[in-house]
């Protein structure tokens, strides 16, 4: 069974930064492209930032130059180094990973349980 447990959240004000974790753990046999989307109260979920199966990574443009995305293969964690915070970055973050499941080759998607992160004065 995989899992991915995401940590790092809180309460910060604006101008502040945050750093999310997230870590897949189970039974897989690599992971095809994983990364971070958001969700605020009445919104769609969103693409925050995410390498894709090529190594490239995406940004929304609303965080561009401010959040950086980053890896450790051997830990097969993801990062999100959040900076220069805004109040309407106010939302709760999930991690999203694509997973190839071993024995069966197939892809899998997954998510986080979400962790809220809150920019306020």
């Known amino acids: 069974q995989v899992q991915l447990v995401e940590s790092g959240g809180g309460l910060v004000q604006p101008g502040g930064s945050l750093r999310l974790s997230c870590a897949a753990s189970g039974s897989f046999f690599s992971i095809n492209a994983m990364g971070w989307y958001r969700q605020a109260p009445g919104k769609q979920r969103e693409l925050v930032a995410a390498?894709?199966?090529?190594?490239?990574?995406n940004y929304a443009d609303s965080v561009r130059g401010r959040f950086t995305i980053s890896r450790d293969n051997a830990k097969n964690t993801v990062y999100l180094q959040m900076n220069s915070l805004k109040p309407e970055d106010t939302a709760v973050y999930y991690c999203?990973?694509?997973?190839?499941?071993?024995?069966?080759?197939?892809?899998?998607?997954?998510w986080g349980q979400g962790t809220q992160v809150t920019v306020s004065s």
């Open positions: 390498f894709t199966s090529g190594g490239s990574t």
């Open positions: 999203n990973a694509d997973l190839i499941i071993g024995g069966t080759w197939s892809r899998e998607n997954y």
